[in-house]
């Protein structure tokens, strides 16, 4: 693609998130979401190739069903009691419409059946910024609808941990297990969002870092299924002995940062009397954490059988970036000791 | 519940039901979204109408500017998709289940 176009869509893509994280009225809310979802088309279909393409059109006929729902709740909103405000959405019809319009929109568990399949259709860099920065702008909205309907999001948030990690038990390809992973996490994300929108924050923060980490990682060694993971040690030594560690806190294992939403979220959802809940949420991340130990013995514990000559790899200069890739998987593995500091911040 | 309310919710859901379980030919999904929209966009005049307010009365030209923007989308990804796919029905994209 001319980079002139390339640039000009990322830079749309960066205006609609934008647009709807300072918007106040629910319309201008709607034209960020649009923006953004008419600017990630074309970086998805830039290959022609027929799995983009058909990634593209699933994603396409998702979100715009998604964006309209979400409209047609907002206008429901404004026919019943006057207010386009964002804050002031009271009656709870729109404001379970909305929410399941969002759970589209994000590939929560009973509406995520989208997400695996888009992921699998995108080249990694798009994939990365499919699993991050659009995941930002419908948590925005989801983030400012305070009183929300409980027993709706405890559905949706224990449905998806369950299912993203029951869903990326029998898969070999790496982007549909992150597909997967990705719904576990929102569901985190999800059963915590009416009683703590601080620690949902805090989340959905860890989860981008880890995952920035991870899609870099896959491209750097350009794996998009395990068995590729087997020769990765021949690429990136000093990679390959952090990566693991860095699939075991995205399944929050405890010296790991990804051990601290868990922690958090699991106190939080003890402190509000929902036991069983929190039980049945910690079981089901054994689930992803199944998959997560795979792909780390894939990656640590096996010997793929080369030739001496294609052990040597790791000599060359690699020509790419690694300054990103560096910050944030440390950032991925070691804030783990800043969780005093972040409840002392999130405590107002 | 007013009959205009009613009226555009039942269009509105009318269209979300044909999208969601018509599912052959992707000009008919296409076409189902763009009832949808229309519908938002009668919802959407006929509030300013009755609340006389001037403040939003620029928002269905929005809508209907967004709207287009996105069924030109759809028709683009439907040139594409049958071009790649040979075909426009739902039913043969199925390259990316395994």
Redesign the interface.
Known sequence: MNPIVSCTLLITLGLGTTITFASSHWFLAWMGLEINTLAILPLMAQHHHPRATEATLKYFLTQATAASTLLFATTTNAWLNGQWDIQHMTHPLPITLFTIALALKIGLAPLHIWLPEVLQGLDLVTGLIMSTWQKLAPFALLLQIYPANSTLLIMLGLASTLIGGWGGLNQTQLRKILAYSSIAHLGWMILVLQFSPALTLLTLFLYIIMTFSTFLVFHLNNATNINTLATTWTKTPALTALTPLLLLSLGGLPPLSGFMPKWLILQELTKQDLALTATLAALTALLSLYFYLRLSYALALTMFPNNPSGTSPWRLQSPQIMYPLALSITAALTLLPLTPTVTALMMP | M?PT?FA??AA?ILG?AG?AFHRTH?LS?LLC?EG??LS?FI??SL?TLQ?DSTN?SA?PM??LA?SA??AS??LA?LV??TR??GTDRLQS?N????
């Open positions: 007013t309310h555009f919710s509105f979300l999208l992707l999904a979204l949808m929209m938002l919802a959407l509030w609340l939003l928002s929005l809508l967004f923007c996105e989308t759809g990804l594409a998709t790649t796919h994209l390259l990316l289940q395994c």
